[in-house]
């Protein structure tokens, strides 16, 4: 497993924070490594990976980090190199962040870099929208390998950011009010997949159960069985 934090600068928003995740795949047989934030992702980086993660883009310029401020964004060769992994068939996760989270899943400032996500996600017919994926827990749907013995899907208090589908079709795997929280779309023709995200905070526990472990178990077993 792959997690690219290339434009990430939350630490809380990475594996470092994602405890039960990375032991729950650890577990699973899978090594976890992660492209940190401020390294560029390049395609030897994701070769041979069952599953690549990509974070959401997020910067927080501080007097401590200096006063110049600087805004990260995806360069044109990092979509190419996530767009080529998944077109050769491989399982792509996309997720986004209204706020900075701490702690997992608790929302700090808000999130101005919610839309950058949308560099990768278009490439796939995805667009992240204005708005927000209101309450904590989305309701699964459908019999997919992915939710099976899933009734709901953890997220943070209002953090989820609406998608929609611009080009193919999809399947929806979990939602809130009609909106989803979880999406699988097929990419290429060698079997690629990537499965979109509302939110990172499904990745994470935070101070609660983890309700999400069962989702967790589906993805690592779904991802090297395909």
Not at 62 to 88: C, F, H, P
Not at 95 to 114: A, Q
Request: hydrophobic share 45%; net charge negative; charged share 20%.
């Amino acid at each position: 497993v792959v997690f690219v934090g290339s434009h990430t600068e939350a630490l809380h928003m990475s594996p470092v924070a994602f405890t039960e995740l990375g032991m729950a795949w650890a577990m699973a047989g899978y090594d976890v490594d992660l492209i940190p934030y401020g390294q560029t992702v390049t395609p030897d980086d994701l070769a041979d990976a069952d599953l690549v993660v990509v974070l959401p883009v997020l910067d927080f310029p501080t007097a401590e980090s200096g006063l110049e401020q600087y805004d990260e964004a995806w360069t044109q060769e990092e979509v190419d190199a996530l767009e080529a992994y998944a077109a050769e068939g491989g399982m792509l996760v996309l997720t986004n962040s209204l706020h900075r989270l701490k702690y997992g899943t608790i929302g700090l400032d808000p999130n101005e870099d919610w839309e950058d996500a949308n560099a990768v996600a278009t490439a796939f017919g995805v667009a992240y929208e204005e708005g927000y994926v209101g309450g904590s827990r989305a309701q699964t749907a459908g019999d997919h390998p992915l939710v099976a013995g899933v009734d709901v899907l953890e997220l943070g208090e209002g953090n989820g950011v609406p998608f929609g589908l611009t080009d193919g079709k999809w399947q929806v795997l979990a939602s809130v009010d009609g909106k989803p929280a979880a999406a699988l779309v097929d990419y290429g023709a060698e079997g690629g997949q990537v499965l979109v995200l509302a939110d990172v905070a499904i990745l994470s526990s935070g101070w609660t159960d983890v309700t999400n472990l069962s989702f967790w178990r589906n993805l690592a077993n779904y991802a090297r069985s395909r």
